[in-house]
């Protein structure tokens, strides 16, 4: 045998398969959009990460300035144009551009501004990238990713919105702060609209193997009853508005909730996540996008899980569900 030959053969049979390419089309390249692509190559969760904005120098800006890093994150690209087509072949596409939110003014008075550019945004996309999941950031997004999934055409598992994540970590945040453990062991969801309607599952909500509402005594010596318990709810309701009015946007921390989205995907991980779907008989809950907990993966999202709720919650739930669809109505949807 041909000693180059053999090693030739030797080095084929031992190659490991190349790892399949991944790629991450983000649409908008504001702060959030921006910020979102910095922390996707920061945390090597795609090979390839595109920009799409109409402003293209904008646009091109902020791919530069991100690669000039690159030497300093995981192995992957960046790119930045104002052509739909930079989008073609991605494997998830996260929706960031919609109107800008103003101090003072609540998600849903959004709603009208930001389904006129979905009209004409979502269609494009679909047309270059049909086999992608889409995830829906911008705002409000349970309204908006309703609108979206009916105007793109696609199944329902294929297109969601981030939903209640980012307010499920700041409730798990504020939960570990008051009992004095780290928050990864903070077990608890925020279900509803991604807004002022939106409600902690405090039944269902965990610290380690212990049901939140038997913890016992807070660092503060108090005890996690009602009105502690409205009050962290209600931090996690006005922590958006108060980050907007010192500064005028959210980026840093939906950013790090949409790579999380983003990871179960292309990971296929099956992590459950609070993410907005379209709900079809959850708890008499029908027609509507709403966040609860749910099985996200390759495909998209999966099964929606149903936690133990009181009757207050059940209703709760339902008050929410019945305040988005009122405005998706509002605008033929």
Sequence with gaps: MDQAG????????GRLPERRSTKVAIVGAGAVGSTLAYACLLRGAAREVVLYDLNKAKVQ???MDIAHGIQFTPMGTVAGSDEVDICAGADVVVITAGAKQ????????L????????HRLVPSLVD??????YVMVANPVDVVTYASLKISGLPDNQFFGSGTVLDTSRLRYLVAQECGVAVQNVHAYVAGEHGDSELPLWSSAMIGAVPLL?????????????GVRARIAEEVVRSAYQIIEGK???????????VRIIEAVLRNEQRVLSVSSLLEDYLEISDVCLSVPTVV????VGRRLVPVVTERERGDLLRSAESIRAVARQFGF
């Design 214 to 226: 038997q913890w016992g005594p807070t660092v503060s010596g108090r005890l996690l009853d009602e």
């Design 102 to 109: 103003h101090p003072g003014q609540s998600r849903l008075d």
């Design 297 to 300: 993966g390759q495909q998209g």
């Design 128 to 133: 270059v990238a049909p086999d992608a999941v």
């Design 6 to 13: 053999g090693r030739n053969e030797l080095l084929g049979e």
């Design 248 to 258: 005028g946007a959210t980026n840093y921390a939906i950013s790090l909730a949409t």
């Design 61 to 63: 800006a902020e791919a």
């Design 111 to 118: 709603a009208g501004a930001t389904i006129d550019i979905m």
